[in-house]
């Protein structure tokens, strides 16, 4: 009986691969890294071909192990991390290495366009110019590479790139589709001649599919590499977040998403569009759904460099003692008191995206004294972080958007004390899934819904979705954190100029 799903997620720094039953639960995982390559400042790129093979390693080391046959897979879906640009030829080969979410090399591109029809992309596409996204990184393309884009005959997404090396079909999901600024955010199509106006010809736009539609099968090729059966239906995914928010059992308005893995965020699910310019809105992977989001580069990679320069006695004493560095780091905050004694941090390791939109933005530590230990640098790293979420949150409440209790996913959310950390800070309920599988089983249910075997989202959700945990925020904390918040919000103009 084919009763098993896979969910396959294509990430900035690794795939991962997930194998499940109807029910959600995990019946094999695989993962396998790939790198990021940084060859110019403000440049970060992919090779596509490293995701397939990732893709293929982790499938192999799958089945080994795996107590199901590759034969009892009814569906095999793709999520992926957003706003890549895969350009492929008429053969279907790579041209180029794929300049990813995190690459701003198109900003003075960007900054033309904002020029020139920035208030017509924003009227149709819901979201403002900027280098991150694809748009920007298609007309780079033709700009400094025009032999390159002369021979281009589609721009994938990553996860329209994997679908295509498992069943031929080139396809666009609607999920993935904000990265483009002549997308009809709301009709779901291609408004081809506003395309052609910024100089990217139609040709260029792979069909718009649902999420959950089977766009193909499994060659007899792509069975040999990855060692799934050909033939097994192949689901169109989509957004690494849109998955991951409705793994989590986010469908409803108002439901919101809190995301901490590498970077951090918030998506909030709603029945219409609600677009700001500080924000970014995309299509829920659930149809009728869109989703207004928060993305900030500063999640759980703050507390991943504090473990890295700070942690070298934890990590040494995890070998002997079993427990963790960063569960030994976050003990050391935990007995810091909430505030941080008056230290407050700016995550911005790597630039900021919403909604300060700043590439150039700096991490600060700000309140250093004597008194201050590594107890205080950790605890108010995890506070930073909680402030950018809250900073977010606002913005989408002043755009109009109603936000409930949070769902938390992604690696931060097994911190017990950083997901109450978060619900003082934003005062704010927060609820923890069962399972940190959340993008991937996300991906498995639009592979379960277009094979059939749930018959609805909702059917999907209520039968997998349970929380273990549910934090209520503190109120007798929460004019520490609106006084530290304050100073947080003044931080960032404060130090832009220098």
């Avoid at 700096?362 to 995890?382: C, N, P, Q, V």
């Amino acid at each position: 009986m084919k009763n098993v799903l896979i969910g396959i997620d294509i990430g900035t720094s690794s795939c991962k691969v997930a194998a499940f039953d109807r029910c959600g639960k995990v019946l094999g995982s695989a993962s396998a890294s790939y790198p990021v390559a940084y060859p110019h400042a403000g440049w970060a790129e992919q090779d596509p071909a490293d995701w397939w093979e990732g893709v293929c390693r982790a499938l192999r080391a799958l089945w080994q192990g795996a107590d199901f046959a590759p034969s009892s897979v009814a569906a095999v879906s793709v999520d992926g991390q957003s706003w890549s640009a895969v350009a492929l030829d008429a053969a279907g080969e790579v041209l180029c290495p794929t300049p990813i979410w995190m690459d701003t090399r198109a900003g003075e591109i960007c900054a033309r366009l904002e020029r020139e029809m920035g208030e017509e992309l924003f009227a149709l596409s819901g979201n403002a110019l900027s280098p991150t996204y694809t748009t920007g990184k298609v007309i780079w393309l033709r700009e400094h590479h025009p032999e390159l884009f002369a021979r281009a005959r589609w721009i994938l997404g990553s996860n329209g790139y994997i679908v295509y090396r498992l069943s031929g079909a080139v396809t666009q999901d609607r999920s993935q589709g904000y990265g483009w600024h002549c997308y009809d955010m709301r009709r779901g199509v291609w408004q081809e001649e506003t395309a052609e106006r910024m100089g990217i010809p139609a040709r260029l736009l792979p069909p718009i599919v649902p999420c959950d539609r089977v766009v193909g099968e499994v060659t007899a090729e792509a069975a040999r590499s990855t060692g799934l059966a050909a033939g097994t239906p192949v689901v169109a995914g989509g957004l690494d977040a849109a998955c991951a928010t409705l793994g989590a059992g986010v469908i409803e308005a108002g439901q919101t998403q809190e995301q901490g893995g590498q970077a951090g965020g918030m998506s909030i699910c709603m029945d219409g569009v609600c677009a700001d310019r500080r924000l970014i809105l995309g299509a829920h992977a659930v149809p009728g759904r869109w989703l207004l989001q928060g993305g900030t580069v500063g999640g759980g990679g703050v507390l991943r460099w504090l473990e890295r320069e700070l942690g070298e006695v934890e990590r040494e004493r995890a070998a002997s003692t079993g427990v963790s560095s960063f569960d030994q780091l976050t003990a050391l905050a935990a007995a810091v008191p909430a505030g941080s004694d008056g230290l407050v941090v700016l995550p911005y390791m790597a630039g900021e995206r919403t909604p300060l939109w700043d590439p150039d933005a700096k991490g600060i530590f700000y309140g250093l004294d004597f008194s201050k230990t590594r107890g205080h640098l950790i605890r108010a790293g995890l506070e930073g972080v909680a402030f950018s979420l809250r900073h977010n949150l606002e913005v989408a409440e002043q755009a109009g958007a109603y936000v409930g209790e949070l769902c938390a996913t992604g690696g931060a959310a097994n911190s017990p004390l950083w997901t109450q950390i978060k619900a003082d800070v934003t005062g704010k309920t927060i609820v923890v899934p069962a399972s940190d599988t959340a993008t991937t089983w996300g991906a498995a249910i639009l592979g379960g819904i277009g094979v059939g075997l749930f018959a609805s989202y909702g059917e999907a959700v209520r039968g997998s979705v349970r929380h273990v945990r549910r934090h209520e925020p503190n109120a007798a904390l929460s004019e520490v954190y609106a006084e530290r918040y304050r100073t947080y919000l003044k931080l960032y103009p404060a130090t832009r100029g220098v």
